[in-house]
């Protein structure tokens, strides 16, 4: 008995070592040549933008894009209006409110690069949506594994129930925000010059001043903090949609819009959640599907093989690779304070 | 090798009157006296002259008496069994002549089978005064000594002659030769080989007994196992042998049928944890496993990490992947027809095996000596050690668990000489959780009853009714969300065969009806807070039903015909209701028009085919055949699935309104030969097959609980070709064998829009296209009860989806991905080595005992099973490859008879 039990330990010992999981190579087509455009029109007043941007390559150590600058984008509605955006930032095309999104009409853009190359969207539809009517969290306690250990990893869901408005097919998507003030304590700031000695030089919005000599002064308040706390914050790691299963008398009950994890950064003082209900058209409920399919699948056993997520934007004078996707939509927000009260309840 | 030269001298005048001396009437003298001395008494008396070398006769002699015979009468019995005969030259002048090259053939056979201790049998049918004119016909039937199952594929050689005959699926053979004397060897895999040593003057039925192999590692087919593949009748036809199972590298020690099966030329899988196999460019699903002719939905556990069947209790298996018989259908690629053993009817007996996953144990006996018997299996895991000790970063299996078994059970009844009942019993279980979160439950139960009656002795039938049930639970334990996902297919089936056999002709025909009830997914909530909602799909129903007729006709031994028509039908009937969507726009929801409804019992759509089967062979030469075969398949269920291995949730779905059958047809042609003394064979094989009707996701397809399948499925085209090779050494103390194939497997899906087509209608390669296959295996003993066994394996890796680039979506980052199937994983190659000891060999022992150390993946090759992303730091999905067995796997295992 006892011998068997070591020849199990000893191949054991292989099966903790067998499985694994390495990087893997592919020879790919530059990611530079690609077009990215990225916006969105609600039926909430403007601005809206646009943002221009190239494709990320896989090897690429900054998620930051390149901006694609100097190009002229064009927003029509299906009235024959248009209006043309201004690059307020580098990559970044703002409207002037000329034109605002309204419930039942089409919209589309033209994007025209520096090198003038077209591209155009497919029109896309403002669908109406319901409101939400209650914000709701739920504590779930959780450990994940860490190198070093077990830890401790409890979150807040966040659950929405809602109306499902008048479409017969809403397509709807929740889009989760979570906002929350951290102290930033820029009194104590220090510079390290050589012969690196902790040299004291409190931001001038802390309110505070250093008295005393150059090494070992002293912070005096002179003024109130201007940036004691900021506002930092989270977003969902996938989109939420809408499932027609989950609908019952044309409501959404229940509905797990995002996951708040309880750690000292997020509660130190209190944490806000925002809730957008936004209807989407059929094609970009399509979009947001391939994306929330790539997203929830990374952590799937048997994660489905992903699309090509290409998007509603086309070439028009040109074969070039454009990515990304225009969309228009109705928005109902609303918001959600979980503040350290409420925590220690 | 010694050549005995036969010289007669004929320097004798003869007498003109001399009588005709062979017509002499025996007067009873001769009893008890030797042939050399009764022909002298004859010259002497009778004026007559015999010539013959002494030390041919030396060993004959009148054993009785044979008063009243004459001489001629006399000799030919005396002479049966010997390589003598006689002819009178003139009246009074007898010559008794050995026919030199039937001699020396049929002693070197004797003598062989004597040195392998083979059995010996000697049979006379007829007697040489009698002899028919043209050909003796010599019918019989082959079975196992202690079952009485009839055994097929048994090889039947008339070494003298050099040809030979196999047994067909009722154990009965026909073979045509010259009256005399003949040896014959017959061998099969895992049996004792035996040697008959045949006289035969008229045409005659000779029933066999084999006797199960007694040392279970001992490979069989000796001197004449090369003929098996030129004269096995097939195309594409494959037996498993559970000998040669036992002898081959296992992963973690547990012997696979399945496993070896993905071993064969043009077979392959897409890793070591996919569920199933592919044949031929086809995919999984197009594969019907019959488990004593009962349909298996599920033939694996862990995820296809080992297959459900236990080989201690199959008694063989046969796999069609080209030429299909006209008996099966419903499946686009091949046919994996297992058969289980029976008990014995005449003792106890039992096997039990000591693996590091499983431990199995079977017993077999009779309830009833010679009537009844049993047979029963058992095979389980031992705990969850196994899934606990496979950590990744990839999923969290720290509160992971694994467990499945399998049992069989088997009864038959003989009620008479003619009729014999069996009733088989299978069932597998399978549970595994992942995450501590969510348990996929598996489970496959079967039963049926099985009715053998000889109508004549050439007329058979057979009659089987049974149920086999597949379903799969998934339940998730989060308690805000709890909730258990169900799915059930069961088939009830009944089959009435056929099997006539009259002349060179063998008729088969018979009638199939299966019906199906399939539960597609319903969703209930686990616990009163659950947000889950209670959806059940609506059942679906259908039946398929086939005819069938084939004649197989053997020509003159050296050409072979079966052809055959199937006609399948297929009907789904209500209570349904079903999406009518606006024409010529996509299937999408939004564009549903109206809703058909179907009450119960009402057909919503019914398919008809017609499936031609034709097989040939001709026998080339003595050592060589061409092989030709083609068939046409109809497939009405299929497996939906839309991730890149088959996983067992995925979703049984049957032909109907909006999903066309499947429609297969391949043809095939091969070169088969062997060398002159058998020692080597090899073949080559072309095959081309279409595909139409074949089913694919779109991207991003959602496909469980959805009640609109035909919203995320298209259905195109597939083609697929080949070229398979083997060779093989099959005798002598080294044996082994390679094969190389080269196929591809590709799909087109063209719509009418981007959203119905996958590539924008371009041709892609299916998931499974694996152009390059090679395996070389092979078994050498190092003495009688040492073996060292082993296998490499190379394929294509197959291919992929891949990110090509990142982009910024909101406030994250979003993988473009490439087309479908435009890159590959790296290729897959594998060796494993074995060690097989056995026990020793005396027959009257107690219990034998083998020991199987194996290593799995010798080189430690990290082989990529799967592709998946995982975020970078930067946020940026990067390609991850994950190895199932990424390193040397030894493992030990115990197996013993009793």
New interface residues.
């Given amino acids: 008995m006892n011998l068997r039990r070591w020849k199990l330990r000893w191949v054991m010992l292989f099966l903790v070592v067998s499985a694994c999981v390495e990087p893997i190579y592919f020879e790919v087509p530059p990611a530079e040549l690609q077009l990215v455009v990225e916006g969105m029109i609600t039926d909430s007043p403007g601005p809206y933008t646009v943002t221009l941007s190239k494709g990320l390559a896989l090897d690429s150590k900054s998620s930051l894009p390149m901006p694609v600058q100097n190009a002229k984008v064009t927003l029509f509605d299906d009235a024959g209006n248009s209006e043309i955006f201004t690059e307020t930032t580098a990559g970044t095309y703002t409207s002037s409110n000329i034109i605002q999104g309204q419930v039942g009409h089409t919209y589309y853009i033209r994007v025209e690069t520096s090198d003038g190359k077209i591209f155009e969207s497919t029109p896309d539809k403002i669908n109406q949506v319901g409101e939400i009517e209650e914000i709701r969290f739920e504590f779930e306690a959780r450990t994940t594994i860490k190198p070093y250990g077990e830890i401790v990893a409890d979150v807040f869901n966040i659950y929405v129930d809602s109306d499902a408005g008048a479409e017969e097919d809403a397509y709807v998507r929740w889009r989760f925000t979570g906002t929350f003030e951290v102290f930033t304590y820029p009194e104590l700031h220090t510079i390290w010059t050589p012969p690196y000695t902790p040299y004291k030089a409190p931001e001038p919005c802390s309110g505070y001043i250093l008295i005393g000599g150059p090494n070992g002064g002293k912070l005096l308040k002179v003024d109130e903090c201007a940036c004691c706390t900021c506002w930092v914050n989270a977003f969902e790691v996938a989109p939420q949609l809408s499932d027609t299963k989950l609908i019952g008398n044309n409501q959404f009950k229940n509905i797990k819009v995002g996951e708040v994890p309880i750690t000292p950064t997020n509660f130190h003082k209190r944490y806000q959640v925002n809730v957008e209900q936004m209807s989407l058209s059929k094609n970009a409920f399509d979009f947001f599907k391939l994306i929330r399919a790539q997203k929830e699948g990374a952590s799937s056993l048997f994660q489905p093989p992903s699309g090509e997520i290409n998007g509603n934007m086309n070439p028009v004078n040109n074969s070039e690779s454009v990515l990304g996707f225009f969309w228009a939509s109705s928005v109902k927000k609303n918001q959600f304070l979980l503040s350290e009260v409420i925590f220690l309840i | 090798m010694r050549v005995p030269i036969v010289i007669l001298l004929l320097s004798y005048s003869i007498s003109a009157h001399s009588q005709d001396i062979l017509a002499l009437k025996l007067d009873g003298s001769e009893q008890g006296k030797s042939l050399s001395e009764v022909l002298a008494e004859i010259e002497n008396k009778n004026n007559a002259k015999f010539f013959f070398l002494p030390e041919w006769i030396s060993s004959v002699s009148f054993a009785e008496s044979h008063q009243g015979q004459t001489l001629e009468q006399a000799l030919a019995y005396l002479f049966i069994g010997t390589e003598l005969n006689f002819f009178a030259m003139y009246p009074g002048t007898v010559v008794i002549v050995k026919d030199a090259k039937q001699s020396i053939q049929r002693k070197e056979a004797i003598q062989v089978a004597i040195r392998e201790k083979k059995t010996i049998e000697q049979y006379v049918l007829g007697d040489q005064g009698t002899s028919t004119k043209g050909n003796a016909v010599l019918k019989g039937k082959v079975i196992d000594s202690k079952t009485g199952d009839p055994l097929s594929q048994v090889n039947i050689y008339i070494v003298d002659l050099q040809v030979g005959a196999a047994t067909d699926q009722m154990g009965n053979y026909s073979l045509a030769m010259e009256p005399g004397i003949h040896v014959l060897n017959i061998s099969s895999i895992d049996y004792e080989p035996k040697v008959i040593d045949l006289a035969i003057y008229k045409d005659g039925q000779l029933d066999l007994e084999l006797e199960k192999m007694a040392r279970l590692l001992d490979e069989v087919v000796v001197q004449d196992g090369g003929a098996l593949e030129i004269s096995e009748s097939r195309i594409g036809e494959t037996q498993i042998t559970m000998s040669s199972l036992k002898l081959a590298p296992a992963l973690?020690g547990e012997v696979d049928i399945i496993k070896q099966i993905q071993n064969l030329p043009g077979v392959t899988t897409v890793g070591e944890a996919a569920t199933g196999f592919n044949v031929r460019g086809g995919s999984v699903d197009q594969n019907l496993i019959l488990y004593d002719g009962l349909p298996v939905s599920n033939s694996s556990h862990v995820f296809g990490l080992f297959s459900s069947f236990n080989p201690e209790a199959v008694r063989n298996a046969s796999l069609y992947r080209g030429g299909i018989p006209a008996e099966y259908g419903g499946r686009a690629s091949s046919i994996l027809d297992i058969k289980s053993k029976d008990g014995s009817y005449e003792k106890w007996n039992g096997n039990a095996g000591?693996g590091?996953i499983t431990s199995n144990l079977m017993i077999n006996g009779p309830l009833q000596k010679g009537k009844t018997s049993l047979a029963a299996s058992f095979r389980s895991t031992y705990s969850d050690?196994?899934i606990r000790?496979?950590?990744?970063?990839?999923?969290?299996l720290?509160n992971s668990s694994v467990f499945f078994y399998d049992g069989t059970l088997k009864l038959t009844h003989k009620i008479n000489d003619r009729t014999k009942i069996s009733a088989t019993g299978y069932s597998s279980k399978d549970s595994f959780t992942?995450d501590g979160d969510t348990t996929y439950q598996w489970k496959n139960l079967l039963g049926g009853v099985k009715l053998d009656y000889q109508i004549s002795a050439a007329h058979i039938a057979e009659f089987s009714a049974g149920v086999s049930s597949y379903s799969y639970n998934v339940l998730n334990s989060d308690?805000?969300?709890g909730s258990e996902l169900s799915f059930r297919l069961t088939s009830s089936v009944f089959k009435a065969g056929f099997n006539y056999q009259q002349g060179n002709h063998q008729l088969n025909y018979g009638w199939q009806l299966t019906y199906y009830q399939f539960n597609p997914g319903s969703?209930k909530p686990t616990s009163s807070v659950s947000?889950a909602?209670n959806?059940s799909l609506a059942k679906q129903y259908s039946v398929e039903n086939a005819l069938y007729l084939s004649d197989n006709w053997a020509f003159q031994n050296r050409f072979f015909v079966d052809g055959g028509l199937r006609f399948p039908m297929f009907a789904a009937f209500g209570p349904s209701s079903i999406n009518v969507y606006k024409p010529a726009e996509p299937l999408?929801?939004?564009n549903v028009m109206d809703t058909l409804n179907y009450s119960r019992g009402e057909v919503s759509k019914m398919y008809f085919g017609i499936e031609p089967r034709l097989t040939l062979r001709w026998m080339a030469g003595p050592k060589s055949s061409i092989k030709f075969g083609y068939s046409r398949v109809y497939q009405y269920l299929q497996l939906i699935t839309?991730?890149?291995a088959v996983?067992p949730?995925d979703i049984w779905q049957p032909s109907g309104y909006y999903f066309k059958p499947q429609r297969a047809d391949q043809v095939s042609l091969g070169y088969f030969i062997s060398s002159k003394n058998k020692i080597f064979e090899a073949s080559a094989e072309v095959f081309y097959k279409s595909i139409g009707n074949i089913i694919d996701f779109?991207?991003?397809?959602?496909l469980i609980?959805n009640p609109h399948l035909e919203t995320e499925l298209l259905q195109g085209k597939g083609e697929a070709y080949g070229i398979e090779t083997l060779i093989s050494k099959n005798t002598g103390r080294f044996t082994w064998s390679m094969n190389y194939t080269y196929s591809r497997a590709f799909r087109i899906i063209s719509g009418p829009t981007a959203?119905e087509s996958i590539n924008n209608g371009k041709q892609y390669p299916a998931?499974y296209d694996q152009p390059h296959i090679a395996n070389l295996s092979w078994k050498y003993n190092l003495s009688r009860r040492y073996f060292f066994t082993g296998n490499f394996t190379y394929h294509t890796g197959r291919p992929?989806?891949?990110?090509?680039?990142?982009?910024?979506?909101?406030?994250?980052?979003?993988?473009?991905?490439?087309?479908?199937n435009s890159?590959r994983?790296?290729d897959y190659h594998r060796l494993d080595l074995a060690l097989v000891i056995e026990g020793n060999h005396k027959r009257k022992k107690i219990a034998s005992g083998t020991w199987v150390f194996s290593v799995y993946n010798v080189y430690a090759r990290?082989n990529?099973y799967?592709?998946?992303?995982?975020?970078s730091g930067?946020?940026?999905?990067?390609?991850?490859?994950?190895?199932?067995?990424?390193?040397?796997?030894?493992?030990?295992s115990y197996n013993v008879k009793f």
């Fill in positions: 973690m000591i590091l050690w196994l000790a496979v950590r990744t970063d990839y999923v969290d720290e992942l308690p805000l969300n969703l947000s909602t959806l999408e929801i939004s839309n991730s890149t996983t949730v779109k991207d991003g397809a959602e609980l959203g998931n992929v989806t891949v990110p090509l680039s990142a982009f910024a979506s909101e406030n994250t980052t979003v993988a473009y991905f490439s087309e479908r890159y994983i790296p990290k990529p799967t592709v998946f992303f995982k975020n930067a946020g940026i999905p990067k390609p991850y490859q994950l190895s199932i067995i990424g390193t040397i796997f030894p493992s030990i």
